[in-house]
């Protein structure tokens, strides 16, 4: 794969399709993270850098990547606008005590849907689309939250493995080489283990297995860890109800 002929056909699909909308640029929920980093920076190159406004939303949020955040926007000459969510977050949770404990999942995802709220209220206030962060990797296994991170207006690296993020990130030196270094962490909870810590299965692999089980584009998985591969068929399966619409109950008579 030509990832900069890449690079350049994602930016030039965003310029087309930001054109079509009516809307004058984009709103990027920058993380500090390698997926967010990599979508702002083709924000960039799609758009001028002055309709491009990244968003950082704290929420228990680690100073490094926070620190990533600002580093990023400064190397790309893009507007970076803090809004704190803690204290909207601490209320809501505080609320819901009184159906009962909020347990880590729930408070997890009451973050994620905050920042989708926060991101829309700032787009639709500006005109803007919200350009949303997802890889196939992380969709395909069910690793977002359903209208949180995964409620945007554009995927542009929707069909990049996560390996491949890296590849296309190697090409943008704006991105900080932390950034393309850390392990990468959802960073939702102050405790949050890495990603690859969580599934016990490495970013690497897991690509491979989701390549073997494509039916398009099979890969050979005899060489791979059985259970290894299990257990990402099960994700793929718990994760059907985020990938898919709704399910509509059909009318039963006439």
Same mark, same amino acid.
């Given at each position: 794969? #030509? &990832?900069? #002929?890449? =690079? *350049? *056909?994602i930016s030039k699909w965003m310029k087309e399709y930001l054109e079509n909308s009516g809307c004058e640029g984009y709103v990027i929920l920058t993380s500090g993270g390698i997926d967010s980093s990599v979508v702002a920076c083709l924000c960039c190159r799609a758009v001028r850098p002055e309709n491009v406004i990244a968003i950082s939303l704290p929420c228990e949020t680690r100073e490094d990547m926070k620190n990533d955040a600002q580093e990023l926007t400064n190397n790309l000459g893009i507007e970076l606008r803090v809004v704190d969510l803690e204290g909207t977050y601490n209320t809501i949770v505080r609320e819901l005590l009184s159906v009962g404990e909020v347990g880590v999942i729930a408070r997890e995802n009451i973050k994620s849907r905050l920042r989708m709220v926060a991101g829309?209220? %700032?787009s639709n206030t =500006? #005109? &803007?689309?919200?350009?949303g962060t997802g890889n196939k990797s992380e969709d395909t296994i069910g690793f977002f939250t359903k209208y949180g991170d995964g409620g945007v207006d554009i995927l542009p690296i929707y069909n990049f493995y996560k390996t491949e993020v890296y590849k296309l990130a190697e090409l943008m030196p704006e991105i900080? +080489? #932390? %950034?393309?270094?850390? $392990?990468?962490? $959802? +960073?939702?909870?102050?405790?949050?283990?890495? +990603?690859?810590? =969580?599934?016990? %299965?490495?970013?690497k692999e897991i690509d491979i297995i989701l390549k073997g089980l494509d039916p398009n584009n099979p890969q050979s998985l005899n060489k791979l860890n059985v259970k290894n591969i299990e257990k990402i068929k099960n994700m793929i399966k718990k994760a059907e109800h985020k990938n898919n619409m709704p399910p509509r109950c059909p009318r039963f008579s006439s």
């Amino acid at each position: 794969m #030509n &990832y900069q #002929n890449e =690079i *350049n *056909n994602i930016s030039k699909w965003m310029k087309e399709y930001l054109e079509n909308s009516g809307c004058e640029g984009y709103v990027i929920l920058t993380s500090g993270g390698i997926d967010s980093s990599v979508v702002a920076c083709l924000c960039c190159r799609a758009v001028r850098p002055e309709n491009v406004i990244a968003i950082s939303l704290p929420c228990e949020t680690r100073e490094d990547m926070k620190n990533d955040a600002q580093e990023l926007t400064n190397n790309l000459g893009i507007e970076l606008r803090v809004v704190d969510l803690e204290g909207t977050y601490n209320t809501i949770v505080r609320e819901l005590l009184s159906v009962g404990e909020v347990g880590v999942i729930a408070r997890e995802n009451i973050k994620s849907r905050l920042r989708m709220v926060a991101g829309y209220g %700032i787009s639709n206030t =500006i #005109n &803007y689309l919200l350009a949303g962060t997802g890889n196939k990797s992380e969709d395909t296994i069910g690793f977002f939250t359903k209208y949180g991170d995964g409620g945007v207006d554009i995927l542009p690296i929707y069909n990049f493995y996560k390996t491949e993020v890296y590849k296309l990130a190697e090409l943008m030196p704006e991105i900080p +080489d #932390n %950034i393309k270094t850390k $392990a990468p962490c $959802a +960073d939702l909870s102050p405790e949050q283990k890495s +990603d690859e810590e =969580i599934f016990g %299965i490495t970013y690497k692999e897991i690509d491979i297995i989701l390549k073997g089980l494509d039916p398009n584009n099979p890969q050979s998985l005899n060489k791979l860890n059985v259970k290894n591969i299990e257990k990402i068929k099960n994700m793929i399966k718990k994760a059907e109800h985020k990938n898919n619409m709704p399910p509509r109950c059909p009318r039963f008579s006439s």
